[in-house]
């Protein structure tokens, strides 16, 4: 039986949009179903807006290779389509003695991650290129950027829709199914304006974000796999009012998987600060005031490397949902993206766990998911 479409994607964030795209670039009719009036209004919408340069993650994960690659396809896509972006540069402080250690320990993996760019600055020369920052030791990571998310999602949808491909709104896949044994196609079934109906696809990419266990679950593999369980993290960001006194992005040290309150400017060079991170078994996007303690502690931590942070000058702005496929106090996991190989079954990848940083990775993982469509 020929199936009604080529290949189905699930999720119109920038990880469906790119690997949508990267299979049009290879000639294949394809469809990508979102459940939402729009694209890209979940964590693709919701996040920092960094161009990261790979200094985290680590050496030989998905993670670090995917980022590190991702940022160069990033700026180049950038680039010749026009979407907004800023290489404005990121420090990354130091704020006491005791955190030098893990700040050179930083700049080491990111060596081995093949970021080769990393500049070592003393306090005064951090000074020098952000007056109100105070650290004791500091390093310029020069590739890190921002980007217009929205504009990078405009672009995806656009290259996929002049390859043939449609982006189909507001229609939630509620079912999955392979009928009979080896079945050489898939069963999707769909509700859209309160109506089911059925669709098959010979190939499927789940990149539901925060809905892809649930999706994931829908279907039987070999004996032996597991499908990642999702173990949402929300994260809080504050807003600068008034104007902004930086030209770079400003960390401080991470503490364990989490990367810190810290200092990002949009391509407008609106300032926020954020995100916290609060596991939860539940996904909403309210913003929580904690009765005015969160803000307490925002201002803390920030003021750890901007002492000069005046009073009364953040405002509530947005949360975003981390889709965290293992557990507090778990190794932190690696991206999982799912092929054939893992799972078992053919012409079926499944992505889980895409958090930061899935953004900036998202072309780099587009190409990788096309990769493993067999
Ligand atoms: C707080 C935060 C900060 C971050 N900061 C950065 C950063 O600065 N730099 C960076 O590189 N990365 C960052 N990231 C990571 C980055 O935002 C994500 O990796 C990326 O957006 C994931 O995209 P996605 O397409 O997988 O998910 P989503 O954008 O969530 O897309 C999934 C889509 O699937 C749809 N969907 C789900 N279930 C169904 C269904 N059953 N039927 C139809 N549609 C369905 C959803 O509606 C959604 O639109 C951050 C993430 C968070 C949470």
Request: glycine share 10%.
């Amino acid at each position: 039986m020929a199936a009604d479409v080529e290949t189905v994607v699930v999720g119109a964030g920038v990880e469906g949009l790119g690997i949508a795209r990267a299979l049009a670039n290879k000639g294949q009719q394809v469809f990508v179903l979102e459940c939402h009036d729009r694209t890209g209004t979940e964590t693709s919408s919701r996040n920092s807006q960094v161009i990261h340069a790979g200094l985290y993650y680590p050496q030989n994960s998905l993670r670090a290779e995917l980022c590190v690659k991702g940022k160069a396809l990033l700026y180049g896509f950038c680039e010749e389509n026009g979407v907004a972006h800023q290489r404005c540069g990121k420090l990354l402080v130091a704020t006491s003695d005791e955190e030098i250690t893990k700040l050179e320990a930083i700049a080491a993996n990111a060596t081995r991650n093949g970021v080769d760019d990393l500049q070592r600055l003393s306090a005064d020369e951090a000074r020098k290129l952000e007056p109100e920052v105070v650290c004791v030791a500091a390093y310029l990571s020069p590739s890190t950027g921002v980007i217009d998310s929205h504009g990078l999602m405009t672009a995806l949808e656009g290259h996929l829709t002049t390859r043939g491909g449609q982006v189909v709104l507001e229609t939630t896949v509620t079912g999955l199914s392979q009928p009979g044994n080896g079945a050489d196609h898939f069963v999707i079934e769909t509700l859209s304006a309160g109506e089911t109906s059925k669709l098959t696809a010979k190939n499927i990419v789940l990149a539901a974000g925060l809905g892809g266990t649930e999706l994931g679950h829908m279907l039987s593999y070999a004996p032996g796999y597991t499908v990642p369980e999702t173990y949402p993290a929300r994260g809080h960001y504050y807003a600068l009012t008034g104007a902004a006194p930086f030209k770079h992005l400003v960390y401080p040290m991470p503490q364990g998987a989490w990367l810190g309150v810290h200092l990002t400017l949009d391509v407008a060079g609106r300032a926020k600060f954020g995100p916290d991170i609060e596991w939860t078994d539940h996904v909403s996007y309210d913003f929580d005031e904690a009765n005015g303690a969160r803000r307490t502690k925002f201002e803390r931590e920030i003021r750890r490397y901007w002492p000069g942070l005046p009073n009364d000058s953040l405002q509530p702005d947005y949360v975003g949902v981390r889709p965290k496929i293992y557990k507090l106090g778990e190794q932190v996991a690696d991206f999982a993206l799912h092929g054939p190989t893992t799972h078992g079954i053919p012409r079926l990848v499944a992505l889980y766990g895409i958090e930061s940083p899935g953004l900036t990775a998202s072309l780099a993982i587009a190409d990788h998911v096309a990769g493993l469509i067999v």
